[in-house]
Every structure is written in C-alpha cells, then in structure tokens.
C-alpha cells in the first residue's frame, strides 16, 4: 500500500519538482530480478531513481533512517519504506556480507536491486572505480545489470546539505547486461573483476564523468 501510494501521488510529486529527463526506461525489465547499477552523487540518488524507474526498485539504506521517535520517525519510516528501502546496520561486523544476503533474497523473488558499485557518493564528480559486490551478486544470481546513469542530481541536494533544491537532472537507463554464460567457468575473482569493470564502463557511458584512478573512499568521522 505505501508503495502504491508513492508510485501514485510522491513519484509524480517528485517529478514536477525536479522535472528529470528520464531515457531508457524500456531498457529495464518489467518482472524478473534484475540489478540496477548507478553512479552515486547524491543521497537524493536512491529518491530520483526509484521515482523514474518503471517498476519497484529497492536499495539498502542505514538502519538508523527507521528508528526515529514520535511523528517524524514514523513519517521518516513510512517514506523510506514506500521508496523500497531496506534497513541493514552499516556497524555491524558482518555488515558488508548481510547486506550481499539480502540482495540475493531481492533478487531471488524476482525484484529489482538498485547498487552503487563506487560504494559512496562521488564528492568530487569523478567515477570511481566499482567494487565487485555488484558482480558477484550478478554472477550469483544469475541476473542481468541495467547500467544507469544519472547527471544533475547533486544540485538537487548537495553534498553536506539536508535541504533539497529545485534543480534539473538527467537519469539514462542503459541496455541490460547479461554476464551468467559468458563467465561460466571463469574462476571468481577474475569473472568478478571484468563484470564490475564492465559495468562501470557502461554508467560512463552514460555520465561522461571524468574517471578517477582509483576506489572512492568514505570521508573522515567528523
């Protein structure tokens, strides 16, 4: 239900605002698991693209999101689970891999999974290198990649800032990507490897961005 109340009345809400360009959403299969991998500029990323996405897309998001108090916890919860976010503890030891299990449970009941391969939000505009999470889970699932690229979405709401602004963004869905046959035999770490860089190719496709040599890394604890 808070689904369908998002897809209905905030989607479209959200859309007005922002007035995205939106291309390729025929690329993205309608039923079936499937990953979408984008670039990452902006905490607005997992908003923008779930609100242009042709169907439900779910992404990880900080436990922390759905544990407020009075009403604005309860309203915090109810938008972060109406735009298909799933809370894990980003803490924990065993973090890195829970949040791998619970992609494969998504995708294993035939859901969209939406993924940053560069890991967190690009401060300075570059594309980073991708982690192989997003291989891995492609590989093990036996699920296509739909590259998506996104442009503008950090005016929206800039690094640092809790506030969003009226701002243009560009959101580009990309062919789907099918890597299950091709890699078959192919040992892990080298299959893993060559999917993320192939991804990675295809969202610079779509950013233009500048690419930076190496993994984006979180910025210190303030």
Same mark, same amino acid.
């Given at each position: ?58 992404? %990880? $998001? ?60 690009? &401060? ?25 690229? %996104? ?14 602004? &009226? ?16 890699? $078959?035999?192919?040992?892990?770490? &080298?299959?893993? &490897? ?26 210190? $604890?303030?």
């Amino acid at each position: 239900m808070l689904y369908l109340t998002s897809r209905k009345v905030l989607a479209p809400s959200l859309r007005a605002v922002w007035r995205p360009t939106v291309e390729g959403t025929r690329n993205v299969p309608r039923t079936g698991g499937v990953i979408l991998a984008s670039n990452h500029l902006s905490f607005v990323d997992s908003i923008v693209i779930p609100a242009c996405a042709p169907r439900q897309v779910f992404f %990880l $998001a900080k436990a922390d999101y759905f544990t407020g108090t009075g009403l604005k916890g309860a309203a915090m919860r109810a938008w972060m689970t109406s735009m298909g976010m799933i809370p894990v503890e980003r803490d924990d030891t065993r973090a890195a891999q829970r949040s791998l299990e619970i992609a494969l449970e998504v995708l294993s009941e035939g859901k969209a999974f939406g993924i940053y391969p560069e890991g967190t939000r690009s &401060r300075d505009g570059r594309l980073y290198r991708g982690r192989t999470g997003v291989a891995y889970l492609a590989l093990e699932a036996g699920v296509p990649v739909v590259p998506v690229g %996104l442009q503008g979405t950090q005016d929206i709401q800039p690094v640092g800032s809790n506030r969003f602004q &009226r701002a243009h963004a560009t959101v580009r869905f990309g062919e789907p990507m099918h890597f299950t046959e091709a890699y $078959a035999g192919v040992p892990a770490g &080298r299959a893993r &490897r060559e999917v993320t860089d192939q991804v990675m190719a295809a969202i610079h496709e779509l950013t233009g961005q500048p690419l930076a040599d190496g993994y984006n890394e979180h910025p210190p $604890a303030q």
